[in-house]
């Protein structure tokens, strides 16, 4: 379930279930409902990695677009969302989907050039073809995937491919990896795997987010059933 969003004056938008602004402990104000936080959400994940160009929105090389036309783009697809709402479901999300750079005092507040709502991108998950840039944040020795049990198989054949996207997906945690698995079948498979024998053969991961990670693709030898995933 998707939590709702709510509003602190002196700090700004907090999940609700928090409970209290983490700032101050004020209750705040209501700002998007559950429902209205998922749509918006899928909305702006979508126009950033899927389908800009349907949105009328231009990503760079590195994947970013102009933050004041993805407010404007929201606001023709839904009559009750604004500015406001399209950065609380940018700075609460809980998996850091978004990245967003150089924001003024333009559409959305912040620091930097007046009237300049800056860039923002998707941090992971693209279909359309971009270059994220290499990042140096630590990996884990272990790393875990999350797949039907239908797919074991194959995947044991071929190993890890992006199919769709452009990078395979990878989490930190058994317990991320069992939530994406989830969306393929109730009781899903955790496949874990040897990052560090990864690294060491010179494959490259880099950590997208707050729980994932992504990589080219995963061969057979470093994949192996997470029994404590079982």
């Not at 429902?35 to 990695?49: D, E, H, P, W």
């Not at 967003?100 to 959305?108: L, P, Q």
């Not at 049990?149 to 989490?171: C, K, T, W, Y």
Request: proline share 5%; charged share 30%; aromatic share 4%.
């Amino acid at each position: 379930m998707t939590e709702a969003v709510r509003i602190c004056g002196e700090h700004g938008p907090f999940s609700a279930e928090r409970g209290r602004c983490p700032g101050c402990g004020s209750r705040g104000a209501r700002l998007l409902s559950g429902s209205q936080r998922r749509r918006l959400s899928t909305f702006v994940s979508g126009a950033l990695r899927h389908f800009p160009d349907d949105v009328g929105l231009e990503l760079d090389e590195r994947g970013r677009a102009d933050y004041d036309a993805l407010v404007a783009a929201v606001e023709r697809k839904y009559d009750w969302a604004d500015a406001s709402h399209v950065a609380a479901v940018v700075a609460t999300d809980p998996k850091g989907r978004f990245e967003r750079t150089n924001a003024g005092t333009g559409t959305g507040g912040g620091d930097g050039d007046a009237g300049d709502g800056g860039r923002i991108r998707a941090a992971y998950g693209h279909s359309v073809g971009i270059d994220l840039e290499p990042t140096d944040a630590p990996i884990p020795d272990e790393l875990y995937h999350g797949t039907a049990p239908s797919n074991v198989d194959s995947i044991r054949e071929a190993g890890l491919r992006p199919m769709a996207r452009q990078r395979v997906h990878l989490s930190r945690s058994r317990d991320a990896a069992r939530t994406v698995g989830r969306r393929h079948a109730d009781e899903p498979i955790i496949l874990a795997v040897d990052a560090r024998a990864m690294l060491a053969d010179g494959h490259r991961i880099a950590k997208r987010g707050q729980e994932t990670y992504t990589t080219d693709a995963v061969p057979p030898v470093y994949l192996t059933v997470d029994r404590d995933g079982v």
